[in-house]
């Protein structure tokens, strides 16, 4: 399994990203690691609902003036490197 997922999704509100971890202890750390990427408003650790779900998800919410489909990319490629770094020390 991957050490993350990514998914945008559509609330009657907004969109947000959500971030399924592998390991769910390192979720409040990245919470306070993405809250500095440009682009995002706030970041949220929440409940899972839902079979076949990890316990918990980081959820991200984007300024208005954000792209969505931008965040995303920006929020993959941090935890792509994020995660090569922490397997490869």
Known sequence: MLPFRTEIRNSPREQTLKIYL???????????ILETISGVRLVEVQESFGR??????????????????????????????????????
Not at 22 to 32: F, G, W
Not at 61 to 89: A, G, P, Q
């Open 52 to 89: 076949n779900r990890v316990e918990e998800n980081v959820t991200v919410f984007r300024r208005e003036d954000t792209s969505i489909n931008v965040l995303k990319e920006k929020v993959d490629t941090f935890l792509d490197n994020y995660f090569k770094k922490v397997h490869n020390e």
């Open 22 to 32: 592998k390991d769910i202890s390192l979720d409040q750390e990245l919470k306070n």
